[in-house]
Each structure stands twice: as C-alpha cells, then as structure tokens.
C-alpha cells in the first residue's frame, strides 16, 4: 500500500516533512531517466496471467453461450457506442457480466483479472468504492415503507472483454458501475490507453458498515489543500480563478476536450510546492500497476513537468465544495466535490490524444481496423 495513505493518521507537520520527503525522492530519481518515453508493453509475467485468467473465465460457463456472451462482447473497438468508449458513473445496468450475475469462481477471477492492470491501493479503492453502495443502500431507506432505492446495487457493477488477449490485434477490457468506469486497450500487448478514468465516493466517510470512519479518496483532497494553502498571495492569483465551483467534474462522459489552459503553471512554483504537486500527481497516477504507473510518470517527465497546471476552485476547506485540475500534455486530472458535507467526490482522470471517447482516437483505431498490420 502506498505511504500516503498512511498520512492521515499522522500529525499535518510530520506529513507535510514526508511528502517533502517522498516527492524530493522521486524526482531526484525522475531526473536520472530517459529522455524519450519508451512505448509501454505488458510485462511478460503479467502477459502469461492475462492469457490464463482470460482461459479461466471461458472454462467458468456452465449455463449456455447466453452468459458467455455477456462477458466476451464482440462488438467492434472504435465507435463511440462501443463500451470503452460510451460510459457514465450514474447507478444503473453495463455492458458485461454483473457481479451478481457471476459465480464465486467468477468474481474471484475478476479480482485477479483487475489486479493484473491496478495497483494495490487502486485494488483497495476500487472495492471500497463498490462497498459505499452497501451504505448508500442503508440511506436510501424509507422509514414509511422501509423500501430501499433499488439502484444502489454492488451486483450491478459489469466486466466486459473485448478481444483475446495478446493473440487479437487489438483487446481490451472495462470494470464499471456507480462511481467506477476503468478501461484498458492493448494492441498486441503494447499499451494504448487507459482513459477515461473515473472515481467517486459518497460518502467519502462512510458512518455505518464495514468501512465506518474510513476516508475514501481523501489523499486526492488533502495533498491539493496542502498545495493550494502554500501558496503566496500573488501565486493564488494565478491558481484561483474568480469563477464558481463547478457542479461536477467538466470532463465526463461525452466532453474529453482539452479545456483551455487556466492556473498556476509549475514553473511558477518554489521547490517545495513542485514537490507537492509532483505528489498529487503521483496519488493519481498510482492506482495504475506500478509498471504502468512508471510508463505514464516517465511520459509526464518527458513531456515537462513545468508545463503542469494547477487551478483550485472554492473556499480552501475539506468539507466545502471545492474542485481542482491538474492540467500537462500527458495526463488532465479533474476533481470536484459536488457535496461539502457528508462528502461526495468525483474524479476523472483523461490522456490527450488518447482518451477512448476522443473524436481523434476513434478515427486512429478505426483506422487501425482497416490496416491491421501497420
């Protein structure tokens, strides 16, 4: 599991010192790197999992092509109504095998499945965020009746695969539901994209359940109040725009345009604000497999790290509205909280140029399609 999380339960001067600490660290190591971002292949061990867990899951049906059929979609990649392309993070039916329409031994090779592409902590977040639907469903209660909202349902979080891994040209794989839309496309085994990414917590900390007392996403927040809170008064110009915090996240379904360029720019940072904002980076990028993790913070050094933007809208408090985006050529991270109190946090991470539901990527694996092997 990754320090930061632990951070939390640390005094704020001592967590301040390690992630001065930790961020000085990586970006020495950042420095010592190659120039040129190299293309990212799926290593081979996790290649061989891929290819037997995918095996695993054909030999799992018992009941007729009918299930099969939910999970192997054979639709074609490249339009925008295909699964990795069309999503949403509202309640309600996916594309793919529901959790509750899977076996044990199903949901078990899901687990392995998601496991192969995330890290432990994205693991951890992913399952915790599936689990808040237990404690949504204990709000929604009506006290006149005692119905519950039928929607909030952790059997109607899907996986959907596109593909034979590593054998078809292009394959590739979605986990989605309320508050969670994860996709990954490969070509041969070469990484093509993983965006667009969504997370979401409400609420961040659950009061009943399992995860009583919990905070979900909080790192996310916390590391950007700290960025924003040390900035001098003629940076927070620059940083906070006199503009209304958005309703939701400005880059959901349908809208991967890069927005116009806004904030404070790295270049305009001292040291230990790049630090901190090299950190928050970082608490994104990180719920990726740490090899993926690598290949994307390689792509952001390579790119300029001074070419990140930082803008921060809403009062500086954890438990009011408030939003922020880090906005770089590689990676644009958009998180909003649409509740003060009890908190609800969306997140949405995107790759110019490789955004799954971006005019452009479309008309390049479409293109794909009809030239295999170029």
């Known amino acids: 599991m990754s320090s930061l999380l632990a951070l939390r339960y640390l005094s704020p001067l001592l967590s301040y010192v390690l992630l001065l600490f930790c961020a000085l660290y990586f970006q020495t ?21 891929a290819s037997n867990i995918y095996q695993e899951f054909q030999g799992s049906f018992d009941s007729g092509e009918h299930q099969r059929n939910k999970i192997f979609l054979s639709s074609p990649i490249g339009n925008l ?64 009746s005692g119905e ?21 040209d292009l394959w590739g794989w979605r ?30 900390v659950p009061r009943s359940g399992p995860m009583n007392g919990m905070t979900l996403l909080g790192e996310e927040e916390r590391i950007a109040l700290m960025l924003v ?23 959901g379904p349908g809208h991967p345009q890069r927005p116009e360029a806004s904030g404070i720019l790295r270049s305009q940072l001292d040291r230990s604000q790049q630090m901190l904002l090299d950190a928050l980076l970082r608490i994104h ?3 990726l497999n740490p090899s993926i993790y690598r290949s994307e913070w390689d792509a952001a050094v390579t790119a300029g790290l001074d070419s990140i933007s930082f803008t ?8 009011s509205r408030h939003g922020y985006r880090l906005q770089g050529p590689t990676t644009i991270v958009e998180l909003v909280r649409v509740t003060g109190s009890p908190g609800h946090v969306h997140i949405v991470r995107r790759s110019p140029g490789e955004d799954l539901d971006s005019p452009e990527m479309l008309r390049d694996l479409q293109e794909s399609l009809k030239n295999p092997s170029d």
Request: glycine residues 8%; aromatic residues 12%; charged residues 25%.
């Open 312 to 319: 921060w809208w809403g009062p500086l408090v954890m438990k």
């Open 285 to 287: 990028l990180e719920f």
């Open 81 to 144: 109504h295909h699964p990795l392309s069309k999503w949403s993070f509202f309640p309600g039916k996916r594309a793919g095998l529901r959790f509750d329409e899977m076996t044990s031994l199903q949901r078990y090779l899901t687990q392995e499945w998601v496991r192969l592409f995330v890290s432990e902590v994205g693991q951890l977040k992913w399952n915790a965020i599936v689990g808040l639907e237990d404690v949504l469903k204990d709000l929604s209660r009506n006290p006149d």
């Open 148 to 168: 519950f909202d039928a929607s909030r349902d952790t059997g109607q979080y899907a996986l959907a695969l596109f593909g034979k891994p590593g054998v078809e």
């Open 175 to 204: 986990l989605e539901g309320h508050h969670i839309s994860i996709r990954f496309l490969f070509r041969g085994w070469k990484l093509i994209s993983t965006t667009p990414s969504f997370l979401g917590a409400a609420p961040t």
């Open 229 to 251: 809170k040390s900035l001098k008064p003629s940076q927070l110009k620059l940083a906070c725009p006199e503009k209304p915090v958005p309703s939701d996240v400005t880059l």
């Open 29 to 49: 190591v950042a420095s010592g790197q190659a120039k040129i971002a190299q293309e990212f292949f799926l290593p081979e061990k996790a290649q061989t999992e």
